[in-house]
């Protein structure tokens, strides 16, 4: 099992940039492929991001290519999502999560979540 405490959610204005955090506990973080999600009000949870178990391969939705990293650090099992470019659409919870599956971009496929964190880009 591995716990999950995201962190560095805000308030920016459109254009503007963020880093979120997500800090890992419990079970051998670097063995898990993690991913990112967000949800705004009203709307269903959505994929943003994915990582696997090495930091090798990534993946992302497409609004967000180009302007979000997704990166790692094993050796601090922390999880991170760079974010330029802001936009008031990218506002919602942002949520990460980890999975044994190769890559996924559902959030049943995935098994732990943290408590998320939220970010508002104001326009």
């Known amino acids: 099992q591995v716990q999950l405490v995201e962190s560095g959610g805000g308030l920016r204005q459109a254009g503007g940039s963020l880093r979120l955090s997500c800090a890992a506990s419990?079970?051998?973080?670097?063995?898990?492929?993690m991913g990112w999600f967000r949800q705004a009000p009203g709307k269903e949870r959505e994929f943003v991001a994915t990582i696997s178990s090495s930091g090798v391969y990534t993946y992302y939705r497409d609004s967000v290519k180009g302007r979000f990293t997704i990166s790692r650090d094993n050796a601090e099992n922390t999880l991170y999502l760079q974010m330029y470019s802001l936009k008031p659409e990218d506002t919602a919870v942002y949520y990460c999560?980890?999975?044994?599956?190769?890559?996924?971009?559902?959030?049943?496929?995935?098994?732990?979540w943290g408590q998320g964190t939220q970010v508002t880009v104001s326009s």
């Open positions: 419990g079970r051998a973080f670097s063995t898990y492929n």
């Open positions: 999560a980890a999975t044994s599956r190769n890559l996924p971009t559902t959030t049943k496929d995935y098994t732990y």
